[in-house]
């Protein structure tokens, strides 16, 4: 039985991937210094989605991004994170490459809750492609969220 309930529960998750609206992209340009690489961005999400995506300044050219650490304080309606991704856009606009990402409730009032994630990252964006966080809920509620993204920015490895 306990297999039939994750299987309901990935299911649904593919769902509601399917009907997130991506809907902003970072605020500030990045801070490189040698190698180290910083960037904040946030984002609203609107009342009519089931979450949305930060997108973040696209790699340089001929040069690649390890992000190491990804940082986010989410505020939202209610109660209904599914997930939060780090990963990286598509030309379709999706994220894909995505690690999961531990999300934490900080505090919460009546209709208004405060989460963060704060976690070690490893994954590599290739030039030219923008970084993203991703926030999934269950229902369509107004939410938003600010991220930052910390990493190493090298020439590519191939």
Do not use: H
């Not at 509601?16 to 809907?23: D, L, N, P, Y």
């Not at 990286?88 to 999961?100: D, G, K, L, S």
């Amino acid at each position: 039985m306990g297999w039939i309930n994750s299987r309901y529960a990935f299911l649904t998750a593919l769902t509601v991937m399917a009907t997130v609206t991506i809907t902003g992209t970072a605020s500030s340009a990045p801070l490189i210094v040698g190698n180290y690489y910083e960037e904040n961005g946030s984002v609203g999400c609107g009342a009519s989605s089931n979450g949305c995506a930060l997108f973040f300044t696209a790699v340089p050219a001929g040069k690649i991004l390890l992000i190491t650490r990804v940082s986010c304080l989410i505020t939202e309606e209610d109660n209904r994170i599914v997930f939060v991704t780090l990963g990286q856009r598509n030309p379709t606009n999706a994220v894909f490459r995505r690690q999961y990402l531990k999300v934490t409730r900080l505090s919460g009032t009546t209709g208004l809750n405060r989460f963060a994630v704060n976690e070690e990252a490893n994954l590599l964006i290739g030039p030219k492609v923008q970084p993203g966080v991703q926030l999934v809920t269950d229902l369509s509620e107004a939410s938003s969220f600010e991220c930052q993204i910390v990493g190493q920015l090298n020439p590519p490895i191939f």
